[in-house]
C-alpha cells in the first residue's frame, strides 16, 4: 500500500465539511486552454484537502483514449429513475474549517476561469460519525487497510468515482414504523446489525458486495447535505474500475431480477457522473498520462 502515489482524501475518512465542485468546459475553449487550466491548479490539489477528478469532456479535449469509459449508466425502468448528468470536471474540497474551504474554492474557480465554467455545487456535512440523515450509518461494508486500498486504487494510484446527489423525503420515511425502516434498509437501527430475514428488496440486499460475481467492492465516501427544504445525501465511491459502481447500480434497479431497492421508495437520485482521479507524484496530482 503505497499512500504516496495515491489521492488520500479518497482513502481517509469523510471530513467535517465537504464542497463538491462540479465544472464544465467553456464554449470555443480548445485544448490548449484546457491543459493550461489544469496546469494551473495542480499546485493547489494537494489529493487530502482538495481532490481531483476529470470528466469525460475534459479527456476527449485532449485527446486521451487510454482511460477507461465514464460513461455513467441512466435508468428510467421499473418505476424509478436513474440521471447521468456528466461534468469536465470535480473537485471534492475536504476540512473542517468553512472559511479555509470558501477560500480554497475562489482560487481554484480562479484557475479554471479561463477554460472551465462552475455548473453546480454542493456543500456537505458530516452527520454523527458517517451516518445518512436517516439515522442508519453509511458505509458499514466498506473495506478496511490493505483491502480498501485493493478496492479503491489501480496499481498506477489511479481511480474512478461515481457520485449521485441523492434527494430524500424524509418526512415519508420517518412516516414508516420503526420495523419498516430496518426491513427498507435491511440493517437495525438500535445497533446497525443487519436483518437475518431481510426482504430481498433491502437496500443491504441488493448492494451486498460479496454477492456478486466475482466480489465487487466499492470504497464510499459519501456525506449528507441539507439546504433549504431539501435535504439528502451525496454519495460517492471509489474502485479501481468503473464497473464495479454498473453492476452494483443495475442490480438496484431490478435488471437482474426485477426487485427494485428499496431505498427507491423514499430517495431518488437527480444526479450522476463518474470522474478519473489521477494519482499523485511529489504530492501533486500526476497528469503526466493525459499531457
Not at 453546480?120 to 453509511?138: A, P, Q, R, S
Request: proline share 4%.
Amino acid at each position: 500500500m503505497d499512500l504516496s502515489i495515491v489521492q488520500t482524501g479518497i482513502f481517509d475518512d469523510v471530513p467535517k465539511h465537504g464542497r463538491f465542485l462540479f465544472f464544465q468546459i467553456r464554449h470555443g475553449v480548445e485544448g490548449k486552454d484546457i491543459k493550461q487550466c489544469l496546469q494551473a491548479i495542480v499546485p493547489q490539489v494537494d489529493g487530502a484537502s482538495v481532490v481531483l477528478g476529470l470528466g469525460d469532456a475534459t479527456l476527449n479535449a485532449l485527446g486521451v483514449e487510454h482511460i477507461e469509459s465514464l460513461h455513467f449508466p441512466s435508468y428510467d425502468t421499473r418505476g424509478v429513475q436513474v440521471a447521468s448528468t456528466p461534468a469536465a470536471l470535480w473537485l471534492w474540497l475536504r476540512g473542517d474549517d468553512l472559511g479555509i474551504i470558501t477560500l480554497a474554492a475562489q482560487s481554484l474557480m480562479s484557475s479554471l476561469k479561463p477554460g472551465y465554467e462552475l455548473d453546480n455545487y454542493i456543500d456537505t456535512f458530516k452527520y454523527k460519525d458517517g451516518h445518512d440523515l436517516t439515522g442508519y450509518e453509511d458505509g458499514t461494508e466498506n473495506p478496511e487497510g490493505d483491502e480498501a486500498y485493493a478496492a479503491a486504487f489501480d496499481k498506477t494510484g489511479g481511480s474512478y468515482v461515481a457520485i449521485q446527489q441523492w434527494v430524500h423525503d424524509l418526512a415519508h420515511f420517518k412516516s414508516h414504523s420503526q420495523d419498516k425502516q430496518d426491513q427498507i434498509i435491511g440493517r437495525r437501527l438500535s445497533d446497525n446489525v443487519e436483518l437475518s430475514d431481510a426482504p430481498a428488496s433491502a437496500h443491504v440486499k441488493r448492494t451486498e458486495q460479496e454477492a456478486f460475481d466475482p466480489e465487487t467492492f466499492l470504497l464510499r465516501r459519501s456525506m449528507a447535505y441539507g439546504e433549504g427544504v431539501e435535504a439528502g445525501l451525496v454519495f460517492q465511491s471509489f474502485a479501481y474500475t468503473t464497473e464495479s459502481f454498473n453492476k452494483i447500480m443495475a442490480k438496484m434497479v431490478g435488471e437482474e431480477d426485477g426487485i427494485v431497492d428499496a431505498l427507491f421508495s423514499f430517495t431518488r437520485p437527480i444526479t450522476g457522473a463518474f470522474f478519473w482521479c489521477p494519482p499523485m507524484k511529489d504530492g501533486q496530482p500526476d497528469l503526466s498520462a493525459i499531457l
